[in-house]
């Protein structure tokens, strides 16, 4: 009896060993599974390779370089921070994956990095040429995510200081960014995109979580700044971020942005504070977005909105219950929807479409600069009051079945008082006018009339008309 407990617990050890190996290797990287040491982990096909800051491991750049010769999709996780300075140059296989201290997503290749709670720094505290942190080639896809909850999910995409490009992320036209999770933050951007900088028709940008926040550009997209490519936000924050132009949030210049939910607050710039359109760019809302709390500058001459500034010749459409509020100028004016009106163009009325907002939204609108009188919601407005006007400068109503905002031709009391004093200096100023000329006017009729009576006819004197009445017959 014995011998068979002792067979029996041993086959149980045995087994017990072999399961646990078992899902240790099945699942790819856990925080448990990782030895202490290890500073990053690449998984490539459920096998992961753990590296470590040594010479034989290699350290980070060994870890990129292996995730980018992986011929199938690739993931990085980090277990410590990744500082990543300039002068650092990995070439492998005649594709470069780490150049100049940026981290490169080649063409072809899809990589995820998990930051676990972890940062890549480039710690630039002044701007160079090539100062992003990552760029993602044509044909390179991005999974950006993090994993690490009991870190508070904290991990960053940070340092970057760029002369001419994204200070964080640059997305060339064809590349992909997918942002699940994790933080772009504290970039700055001596010309436009301080968090992310996406150009092409082909360049996007997916967004289901995470933060951009704390950026800053020089020029336009404090948080993103996007030409012609297309970005979707089903969710995450565009929070805290700065441009000295257009674009506190995000810049639009073409290319259609796509907000089904997610929070744009909180951002600032000189015009266009959460978010800014221009060109052909289509801005779309379709649920539960919030655009709060963000400001811009005060001069109406530049066309400062501060929570969404539409310079664009596309419509605005809105969808869904998305909170346009709380917005405002740094001179205390609310400005939450303004549409820039350019005084040189004329564009088509229907700027703004209503595709189904409902009486839980709250949308201010109001227009800034250029001589716009009017601005019409289409399709016809029937629904409940979602719109509210920012501005004693026009008011909404209701036109033939649509909702018009309409300039307002009133003045506040001090222009109406000069506006009066004007009126009755003009007034007066006219009745002297023509009582003067009337005077004139009387003076030379008089004079002529005394001329007349003095002077000669062909120098003969007129016969005086008898006086003699004829006599009747018998006197």
Not at 116 to 122: A, L, M, S, T, V
Not at 169 to 193: A, P
Request: some cysteine; hydrophobic content about 35%.
């Amino acid at each position: 009896m014995k011998k068979h407990h002792a067979i029996k617990k041993l086959i149980t050890i045995l087994l017990t060993g072999t399961l646990t190996a078992f899902f240790c290797t099945a699942i790819p990287v856990c925080a448990d599974s990782a030895p202490p040491d290890a500073i990053g982990s690449v998984t490539i096909d459920s096998t992961t390779t753990f590296y470590y800051d040594t010479k034989t491991s290699g350290g980070m750049n060994a870890m990129w370089n292996d995730a980018v010769k992986a011929e199938t999709p690739a993931t990085v996780k980090l277990y410590s921070d990744w500082t990543s300075k300039t002068g650092t140059r990995l070439i492998s296989d005649g594709e470069g994956t780490i150049f100049d201290g940026v981290i490169l997503v080649p063409n072809g290749h899809e990589i995820t990095i998990d930051l676990n709670g972890h940062k890549i720094d480039r710690t630039l505290v002044t701007g160079i040429s090539n100062g992003e942190v990552l760029y993602i080639q044509t044909g390179g896809t991005l999974n950006l995510t993090d994993t690490n909850a009991s870190s508070g999910h904290s991990g960053s995409i940070t340092g970057g200081n760029n002369l001419d490009g994204a200070g964080g992320i640059q997305i060339e036209d064809g590349g992909t960014l997918n942002m699940w999770g994790g933080n772009i933050s504290g970039n700055v951007s001596m010309s436009s995109g301080g968090g992310v900088l996406m150009s092409g028709a082909s360049s996007k940008l997916y967004m289901t979580g995470g933060t951009i926040s704390g950026n800053t550009a020089n020029q336009n997209g404090g948080g993103i700044a996007v030409v012609d490519g297309t970005i979707n936000i089903v969710k995450g924050e565009i929070t805290e971020n700065t441009a000295s132009g257009s674009g506190g949030g995000i810049y639009i210049q073409g290319g259609l942005t796509e907000i089904t939910a997610g929070k744009i607050e909180r951002n600032a710039a000189a015009s266009g504070g959460g978010i800014c359109t221009n060109t052909n760019a289509v801005l779309s809302f379709k649920g539960e977005a919030s655009v709060q709390e963000n400001t811009a500058g005060s001069d109406v001459n530049t066309g400062a909105g501060a929570g969404i500034l539409a310079m664009s010749t596309e419509s605005v459409l809105l969808s869904g219950t998305p909170d346009i509020i709380r917005n405002s100028l740094v001179n205390g004016s609310t400005s939450n929807l303004t549409f820039w009106i350019d005084k040189n163009l004329v564009y088509a009325e229907s700027r703004v479409q209503n595709n189904g907002v409902d009486n839980t939204a709250k949308i201010g609108i109001n227009f800034s600069g250029g001589k716009a009188r009017s601005l019409v919601f289409a399709p016809a407005w029937d629904g409940p009051d979602c719109f509210i006007s920012d501005g004693d400068d026009y008011a909404l109503k209701k036109k033939d079945g649509n909702l018009v905002l309409e300039r307002a031709f009133h003045l506040p009391v001090n222009a109406m008082v000069v506006w009066i004093i004007c009126g009755v200096v003009v007034i007066i100023a006219v009745i002297a006018i023509v009582s003067i000329l009337s005077a004139e006017k009387k003076k030379k009729k008089k004079k002529k009339s005394g001329k007349g009576k003095s002077g000669k006819s062909n120098g003969k004197k007129k016969k005086k008309p008898s006086s003699n009445k004829p006599k009747k017959s018998g006197e």
